[in-house]
Antibody, heavy 116, light 108 residues
């Protein structure tokens, strides 16, 4: 069964850092791009960052560019999101998602990040 | 930057047909994908590409597109379809991908 499991969320002060992880199960991890999407409390979905399977191609939303770094360890089937210089507006549930058929076709359960 | 917009709320009577729309310039070039999200749960992909349903998604869900508007149609809405629905597509300007603001569907 394909599954994504995020971890690493928590409470952090403004200006602080946090690293999220997403472990993948049930598919050949290195063959697929992976994405982070976030959702602020009571708000809609916001695309954050996408990383190709090889790690060679990276995209960031303008709202996080220069502060967040996406990476992956294909030997561990794990996707990461290093978040620095955190702001109150970064408070959200962060989801990792598998990118397939030009869509975000499989989602993890999310991990909550609170900046306060 | 480009964006796609959705009506914030839509309602439908049980068993009737409802259309949820998404508008934006990017939809003239790219298909929309549709996600269903129930309270406290992660989003689930229900329609992708021209009109494709992932395994396990009921065939009452369908997608279509015309000009700058993409639509998700639920034919014979069920109580369990009450949820938030988000469209998303690639974007030709600004961020590579964009989400609509979401539509809260109420089944009466």
């Amino acid at each position: 069964e394909v599954q994504l499991l995020e971890s690493g969320g928590g409470l952090v002060q403004p200006g602080g850092s946090l690293r999220l992880s997403c472990v993948a199960f049930g598919f050949t991890f290195t063959n697929y791009a992976m994405t982070w999407v976030r959702q602020a409390p009571g708000k809609g979905l916001e695309w954050v960052s996408t990383l190709s399977g090889s790690g060679a191609t990276i995209y960031y939303a303008e709202s996080v560019k220069g502060r967040f770094t996406i990476s992956r360890d294909n030997s561990k089937n794990t996707l990461y999101l290093q978040m620095n210089s955190l702001r109150a507006e970064d408070t959200a549930v962060y989801y990792c998602a598998h990118f397939g058929s030009d869509s975000f076709d499989i989602w993890g359960q999310g991990t909550m990040v609170t900046v306060s | 930057s480009s964006e796609v917009t959705q009506d914030p709320t839509v309602s439908v009577a049980l068993g009737q047909t409802v259309r949820i729309t998404c508008q934006g310039d990017s939809l003239r070039s790219y298909y929309a994908n549709w996600y269903q999200q129930k309270p406290g749960q992660a989003p689930v992909l229900v329609i992708y590409g021209k009109n494709n349903r992932p395994s396990g998604i009921p065939d009452r869900f369908s997608g279509s597109s015309s000009g700058n508007t993409a639509s998700l149609t639920i034919t014979g809405a069920q109580a369990e379809d009450e949820a938030d629905y988000y469209c998303n597509s690639r974007d030709s300007s600004g961020n590579p991908w964009v989400f609509g603001g979401g539509t809260k569907l109420t089944v009466l």
